[in-house]
């Protein structure tokens, strides 16, 4: 994920100049000051700018969805701001962009251009001392439009397939439910993925190995719902008949690389559990220092570890974690997937140890 992030960026005087000529969208009514927030919905019929706080020295994830959860990429994005900023798009899932506040009391704008949507995404940015989100999902109010008919007389024949697909969902509305449902298709994928994801070569396992059911997490070093996250991946390795599978997935910049990199290369030296719950308790970034400061303090062999670090089979196992996220449409951290005789329970995002060990049951 080299490259993710742009170098700092630094723009004297106002960032205004960058929303010239393009129409604004603006926060749902109770959203306005709802800055700690994970979700927000836009609509496309107001002038007003809403005002997004942002933690320094911490990375943000914002994701573009639209009204029905799909995710909605960013064909092109523009920042200005007054103090440091750091940010980038995902090259894996191009609807998230990541940013990263390096001085206090900055001020500036994003304008984010979506695929297809004529009026641009545009918020503007404080950085505040009090805030907290590291991760914000910004849901469009607006459907995607469709193209137009080309001929005229293909009109009937298409007002009668929209009256019967209408009438069919009316007899059937589950089909709608399950259709609108991220849960529901991420638990379908992960069921056609089933033998894929148990399989499972050279992935660090935690818990019980012979365990019948089988947790996957996916996650990010960096990923402060990873982190609260923690205690329930460390009370779900310690239940019987449970194997805890470690998916790597860096999705926060280079500093996240390094971390997942570092967490690998531990596991060749019999250390991954360790390693793992250390790099996930630290705060602070991932520069050179912290991860061998973390290697020291488990007694791990520094200079091996940077070896098998830069290693071949460490950046293929990266490398084929994101592949499977992207084919099972795990588009964000943590991702927790468990897989057992009864069946397959997910949860894209956060869960406690009470939540993680109730999808446990419903999947043994």
Not at 160 to 186: C, F, G, T, W
Not at 247 to 252: D, F, M, N, S, T
Not at 320 to 333: I, P
């Amino acid at each position: 994920m080299s490259g993710l992030l742009n170098r700092p960026l630094k723009l004297a005087g106002s960032a205004l100049a960058l929303s010239i000529g393009l129409a604004a969208l603006h926060l749902s009514a109770g959203w306005a000051e709802a800055t700690n927030r994970s979700e927000i919905e836009w609509s496309a019929d107001g002038a007003l700018v809403p005002t997004l706080r942002l933690p320094t020295n911490r990375v943000v994830t914002v994701s573009f969805l639209d009204s029905n959860g799909v995710p909605w990429p960013v064909s092109e994005l523009k920042v200005g701001i007054t103090g440091s900023l750091s940010y980038g798009r995902g090259a894996q899932h191009p609807h998230v962009v990541f940013m990263e506040i390096e001085e206090d009391n900055a001020t500036g704008n994003l304008v984010a251009l979506l695929d297809g949507l004529l009026t641009p995404v545009h918020l503007e940015i404080l950085s505040s001392s009090e805030a907290s989100a590291t991760d914000l999902l910004v849901r469009v109010a607006q459907e995607r439009g469709a193209a137009p008919s080309a001929a005229e007389p293909d009109a009937p024949r298409g007002a009668a397939l929209d009256a019967a697909i209408r009438d069919y969902l009316l007899a059937n509305p589950q089909v709608l439910r399950e259709a609108l449902d991220p849960a529901r298709q991420l638990a379908a994928r992960v069921s056609d993925h089933r033998e894929e994801l148990l399989a499972a070569p050279g992935v660090p396992m935690l818990g019980d190995p012979s365990g019948t059911v089988t947790v996957v997490e996916f996650f990010d070093y960096r990923c402060g719902y990873c982190k609260r996250s923690l205690e329930a991946v460390r009370a779900a390795a310690l239940l019987a008949g449970v194997r805890v599978q470690m998916r790597e997935y860096p999705i926060l910049g280079e500093e996240s690389d390094q971390a997942a990199r570092a967490a690998l290369a531990a596991a060749h030296q019999g250390a991954y559990e360790g390693a793992h719950f250390a790099l996930m308790a630290h705060e602070g970034g991932f520069d050179a220092e912290s991860i061998e400061g973390i290697a020291r303090d488990l007694g791990l062999d520094v200079e091996r570890l940077r070896a098998d670090m830069a290693s071949e089979e460490v950046g293929a196992l990266i490398d084929a974690n994101r592949e499977l996220a992207g084919r099972m449409g795990v588009t964000g951290t943590p991702a927790f997937l468990v897989v057992g005789p009864s069946g397959v329970q997910v949860s894209p995002g956060a869960v406690d140890a009470d939540r993680l060990a109730g999808m446990i049951a419903e999947a043994g």
